[in-house]
């Protein structure tokens, strides 16, 4: 309707070499962009969790260059890490999960994992709610998926599943069917692969 509130959310997507910031007014893409960043500079920090604070910055300098006042967001959404297995969805990020991250409680390290810190961190300066959009450790394999060919070994899931459900609901609407309706094949094929 024409009544309908604009709600302002920033997402953020933290990747190998890149940080993937945008800034959406309800479903519409208002802003984005892919902050680069040098493979030699990101050597120098210890582990993945030592970039936190360099990729917070990236993503306050993009706010700043693109004048958009944190406090006028409704949210901001993180693509989330490799956590214990959970379920696909929204989950607020809150300071256990912030323990998990920081205190090892993690599948693997991650670059992914930086996400819900920068968007808690930025939540709590400007009173904005974080949250977490389909991990990667998002785990609904059927027992049969699991399957790797030795007991001992079965398979764990952990995919881009954030990427993954878009572009698979991408294709759906554009095929004008539900996501739920169709059965597709997706590669991520992210700088990892």
Known sequence: SDNQETLYILTINPGGLSTKVALFANETK??????????EHLKTFGDV???WEFRLQAVEQFLKD????PTSLAAISARGGPFP????????????????????????????SLGPM??????????????????????????????SGLKQLPRRSLAHTLNSKYVARKVA?????????T???????GSGI
């Open 85 to 112: 297995p959970l379920k696909s969805g929204v989950y607020a990020v809150n300071d256990a999960m912030i323990d998990d991250i920081t205190g090892g409680n993690m599948q693997v390290p991650h670059v992914s």
């Open 30 to 39: 208002v802003r984005d962009v892919s902050l680069e960043h040098d493979a």
């Open 118 to 147: 920068i968007a808690r961190e930025l939540g709590n300066r400007y009173q904005v709610p974080a949250f977490m959009v389909d991990p990667v450790s998002v785990d609904e394999l059927p027992a049969f998926a699991r399957l």
């Open 49 to 51: 969790l030592d970039q």
């Open 173 to 181: 609407k554009t095929l004008q069917t539900s996501y739920k309706d």
């Open 66 to 69: 693109n004048a958009i006042d």
């Open 183 to 189: 059965r597709m094949v997706v590669a991520h094929l």
